[in-house]
């Protein structure tokens, strides 16, 4: 097929660079004037520019939907995103309780080990979140990431990225363009100032890489839901920041997600291949 001379495959990976220009272009434009004016991310307009960079997962997702499908396609989308029955009952349990329960065994493993003294600190969240502006972050770092994120980089960018790739090449190629948005978090002043840690950022990069694996494998078993990808993205961010994990602990689910992912890669492998025989 071709559309205006160009070859079907040509045009959708113009269409997933142009989503990159548009997720980290847009994004970058509005988090530079904060990193430049050297002052806190959660102060006024900062925080503003801030929220407005964030829309752009969502922003290229739905321009580049709406380019290549027309209204139809964010029809489609919209379905996607809200359609619960998409969802198979066993995948609700793997989107809502992997992560947490990833976190929950390397804290066991922590105390077990004796490595960490305490390696959950709920009572700390609830004291920080007693501050208002701390609260309003919470909610931006749990409920609104999932669903400004994963509308454009699983709607979209992921996707697409499947239409051409193998679930796990799609999901790395997808983590590397995700970390490479996050880059400027470290660079504004007071960014991790309202989460529950300052992260390790050789370690915080590569989870992203491991994680998206894991959102191809279950946006593959859930008839392309996003809804699954908002839940997912919810459930990874709610344990960090609610049961404030020791940096010890963040280490023992790193290791952890990595066994997970490397399972579900191997595992995918030879059902491609229980299939190809």
Same mark, same amino acid.
């Given at each position: 097929?071709?559309?205006?001379? /160009?070859?079907? *495959? ?34 006024f ?6 929220y407005?960079?964030? /829309? ?25 995103? %809200? ?6 009952? *066993? ?41 208002p ?32 790739? %193998? ?32 992260p390790?950022?050789? *370690? ?5 890489v ?68």
């Amino acid at each position: 097929m071709t559309d205006g001379g /160009l070859p079907a *495959r040509l045009r959708e990976s113009l269409g997933l660079w142009g989503y990159v220009v548009i997720y980290l272009g847009w994004a970058w434009a509005f988090w530079g004037v904060i990193i430049v004016s050297g002052r806190s991310v959660w102060t006024f307009p900062n925080v503003v520019l801030f929220y407005l960079g964030s /829309l752009s997962p969502a922003l290229g997702g739905v321009l580049m939907i709406r380019r290549a499908d027309g209204m139809s396609g964010l029809r489609e989308l919209l379905d996607r995103i %809200s359609d619960v029955g998409r969802i198979p009952p *066993r995948w609700y349990v793997v989107v809502l309780l992997l992560y947490p329960a990833l976190t929950v065994v390397a804290a066991g493993i922590a105390a077990l080990t004796g490595t960490s003294t305490q390696p959950l600190d709920p009572v700390s969240t609830f004291e920080r979140l007693s501050n208002p502006l701390s609260l309003f972050a919470f909610f931006g770092f749990t409920l609104g990431a999932g669903l400004v994120e994963e509308t454009g980089s699983t709607g979209y960018f992921l996707d697409r990225l499947m239409t051409i790739w %193998s679930p796990v090449a799609a999901g790395l190629i997808s983590g590397v363009v995700w970390a490479s948005w996050h880059v400027p978090f470290f660079l504004m002043e007071g960014y991790f100032s309202q989460a529950s840690i300052e992260p390790i950022v050789w *370690r915080y990069f590569a989870t992203f890489v491991f994680l998206e694996t894991l959102y191809a494998w279950i946006y593959d078993n859930t008839e392309r839901s996003v809804l699954a990808a908002v839940l997912f993205h919810l459930m990874i961010n709610l344990p960090g920041e609610v049961l404030a994990p020791s940096q010890t602990v963040r280490w023992y689910t790193f290791y952890l997600l990595i066994l997970v992912t490397v399972v579900v890669a191997v595992w995918r492998r030879r059902d491609a291949i229980d299939v190809l025989g």
